[in-house]
């Protein structure tokens, strides 16, 4: 249109012209419009999806790396939100990483639902004079606002109520340091002299039990592989080398150790002392992920149980 009406002057040609124009122009724009509309649908929907089968997947897969995971490291915290303790698992295992959301079966712990107990700290007092005294704080009606646990190293906070008064218990299981604010009160020897580090050594280890005995819910909520999320690039089944790894190392002591080299036997000691053992056949293992396809098979492979 623009270069048939090149060089013609002629109003009339010239509004029919522009009025062509705007009129393409007008019905292009609400067609891709229309168009971008239903391209941010499908993209909604699709979104939707992918959640769906992601939570699908974290759902199946959240057993499995909750109980069948050897040798991993893992380090837990616990803080409260909205009145409420809640908390996070992150573990590891070569250079995959993965994380639990974790809720608890209570939901505020006190100081005193662990131990008992009275710290020291420094207060200034007197009418005429001001002089620092040692004055002792019964912190058991405090609330514990978090706790950080490594498996060795041990870090929580205790508040009162009103959050005036906040004490820093951290260390591991030999030394505990406690700061009241930002003053080291164990390195004040007049103060630390008054603590009794039996009962802060015993709310310490009850902190650490709660990952292990009161944790009501684990909800596996992302895996990493390489520092980047393995479920956005499909990299699952490559977590699952890594876990097979660690399990054919233990599968070969057990066949090495045990009487029949195609049954994998491993025996069990108890906390109380009983003993037990689970065996099964290499060939039963084999089958079960053979059943899976190719993957399958690599894992077999991977954890010595392939048949020749």
């Keep these: 249109m623009e270069k048939i009406t090149q060089g013609i002057d002629s109003k009339p040609i010239l509004d029919i012209r522009d009025e062509i124009l ?14 971008l509309e239903e391209i941010e649908e499908k993209n909604k929907l699709a979104q939707s999806e992918i959640k769906s089968l992601e939570s ?7 057993p499995f790396f909750e109980f069948s995971v050897y040798d991993a490291d893992n380090s ?17 295992i070569a250079n995959m990483q993965y994380e639990f959301d974790l809720t608890f079966t209570y939901d ?28 002792k704080i019964n912190v058991s009606d405090f609330y514990v606002r978090s706790i950080d646990y490594d498996g060795e190293n041990l870090k929580t906070i205790i508040e009162d109520k009103n959050s005036e008064h906040t004490f820093t218990i951290s260390g591991d299981e030999d030394t505990y340091i406690i700061h ?31 990952f292990s005995g009161s944790v009501k819910s684990k909800k596996l909520t992302r895996i990493l592989l390489d520092d980047k999320n393995a479920m956005d690039d499909n990299r699952i089944n490559e977590c699952l080398k890594i876990i097979a790894n660690k399990y054919s190392e233990v599968i070969k002591e057990c066949i090495d150790r045990g009487y029949a080299k195609e049954e994998v036997t491993i025996k069990i000691e108890q906390a109380d002392g009983t003993r037990t053992e689970k065996f099964i056949a290499k060939s039963d293992i084999y089958s079960q992920l053979s059943a899976i396809g190719s993957e399958g098979l690599e894992l077999a492979g991977i954890l010595g149980v392939a048949t020749v």
């Design 180 to 210: 009241y604010g930002d003053y080291d009160i164990t390195g004040d020897d007049a103060l630390a002299d008054s603590i009794d580090m039996h009962y802060v050594d015993i709310i310490a280890k009850k902190l650490k039990e709660i």
């Design 76 to 92: 837990y915290s616990a803080f409260v939100t909205d009145k409420r303790l809640i908390g996070k698992q992150v573990s590891s």
């Design 56 to 62: 699908k997947m974290f759902s199946i897969l959240s």
């Design 108 to 135: 505020l712990i006190k100081v005193e639902d662990l131990q008992e107990l009275t710290l020291p700290i420094w207060s200034t007092g007197g009418i005429l004079h001001k002089e620092a005294k040692l004055k």
């Design 22 to 35: 705007s009129t393409c122009s007008s019905v292009s724009s609400r067609k891709n419009n229309k168009t």
